[in-house]
């Protein structure tokens, strides 16, 4: 049994997939999955059979897989089991300037847990 419709929002971190999230969530007729990223489909193949029952039970809204896991992005190939399993597939790929991307995970990482990272944020010989 397939899911009939599923978005799909890969990206890397800090490029913008929570955000595209959000937006998404709201719109009316789109509710909120049980995770955010669930990493499902990144799964091996016996997991994602023996599993599949229970992910759209708990993933799945009104015939509609909204799935912000950013993990995709490293696993191309999932796109054949997300096309076996999901009649309609939309993909959304967010990207951001590389740079930009590892300053925004680095203020992440720099203000979370207590600010765990101490390191200055260097390019060549300008301090960001």
Known sequence: MQIEKGIFIIGYRKAGTTSVFDALLKHNNIKKPFF???QFFCMN??????YFDWFKKNMVNDDLLVDGSTLLVHFPEVVTTINKKVKTPFYIVCVKNPIKRMYSAYLHMSNKYGGKEKRSFQIGRAHV
């Not at 193949?45 to 023996?50: K, R």
Request: glycine share 0%; aromatic share 0%; no cysteine.
């Open 36 to 38: 955010k990223e669930s």
């Open 45 to 50: 193949e016996e997991i994602i059979t023996n």
